[in-house]
């Protein structure tokens, strides 16, 4: 999804819950990308906490990036 977000076809990608935990969330933001990953976990109690991170990057930065990826994936 991130190539499509770099190459104009989309704005935006909100994944899923995964392992219902992490949720990862990109978007353009003229020419900048914006990451949000998300982490909800459960304490003693059953009380939820969330954790979030989130960075803007120079679409340059975003572009290594998925380079970086593409690359660590072929090694797998």
């Known amino acids: 999804m991130l190539t499509k977000i770099l190459k104009d076809e989309e704005e935006a990608y909100i994944s899923d819950f995964m392992e219902p935990y992490l949720q990862i969330s990109i978007a353009k933001v003229e020419e900048k990308v914006l990451f949000i990953v ?28 998925l380079d970086k990826l593409v690359e660590l994936q072929k090694a797998y």
């Open 38 to 65: 998300q982490f909800v976990y459960d304490t003693s109690g059953g009380i939820w906490k969330k954790r979030i991170v989130s960075s803007v990057v120079e679409k340059e930065s975003a572009m290594r990036f």
